[in-house]
């Protein structure tokens, strides 16, 4: 079968940096999509990564390996309203999108 | 760019009335749309994958004479919930591919709050 494995539940501080983890077992890959939701809004996209290694976008940088079948969104000087969940996506061999249950990041002053 | 517009945000009605939600990509075509139902504090869950001219795919477990779904055109999408009855209660989202490689972002829209009484 398929899966997304994201944790539940992150809390960070203001101004510091969080690291929120996604590992996943695909019939296939197509590439893997991170997605920020405020509670109560739709998803609003993040980033796409389709080769090994780091891509950086201001604050926020998402890192992928698939030997291993894992990728991570970075979120550096985190501010209040970066308070969300966020999703991870792996688009499959069918290109079907395969979403992860979301991870809520908690911000603390 | 890549804007998607959903209508209503909002609908509260009366169970067994029919509720229409529209969704449209507003500066991009958008050959393939999707439609995704999330419950409080859940993930998404896809209802269905709207293919412009052609019949929607629905996921196992959606009454596709429950959620009508017509793509007519590369920028509109419309979801029909027939006879809705409070546990069809929800926020219901559509979102939007561009035309091109299936590897394109999905955009959403912002999403309809659905309350049926």
């Known amino acids: 079968g398929q899966s997304l494995e994201q944790p539940s539940e992150v809390t960070a501080v203001e101004g510091a940096i969080v690291q929120i983890n996604c590992t996943y077992q695909?019939?296939?890959?197509?590439?893997l999509f991170w997605y920020q939701q405020h509670a109560g809004e739709a998803p609003t996209f993040l980033s796409y990564n389709v080769l090994d290694g780091l891509e950086e976008k201001g604050r926020f940088s998402s890192f992928l390996s698939r030997s291993k079948g894992y990728s991570y969104l970075l979120l550096k000087e985190l501010q209040m309203k970066d308070s969300a969940s966020y999703l991870c996506a792996v688009l499959d061999s069918n290109y079907q999108l395969i979403w992860g249950a979301g991870t809520k990041l908690i911000i603390k002053p | 760019g890549a804007v998607v517009s959903q209508h209503p945000s909002w609908v509260i009605c009366k169970s067994g009335t029919s509720v229409k939600i529209e969704c449209r990509s507003l500066?991009?075509?958008?050959?393939?749309m999707f439609w995704y139902r999330q419950f409080p504090k859940q993930s998404l869950m896809l209802m269905a994958t709207s293919n412009e001219g052609s019949k929607a795919t629905y996921e196992q477990g959606v009454e596709k004479d429950k959620f009508l779904i017509n793509h007519a055109s590369l920028t509109l999408s419309t979801l029909t919930v027939t006879s809705a009855h409070p546990e069809d209660s929800s926020f219901y989202i559509c979102?939007?591919?561009?035309?091109?490689?299936?590897?394109?972002?999905?955009?959403f829209g912002d999403g309809t709050r659905l309350s049926i009484l």
């Open positions: 500066d991009f075509q958008a050959t393939t």
């Open positions: 979102s939007a591919r561009e035309a091109g490689e299936g590897n394109q972002p999905q955009h």
């Open positions: 695909t019939s296939g890959f197509n590439g």
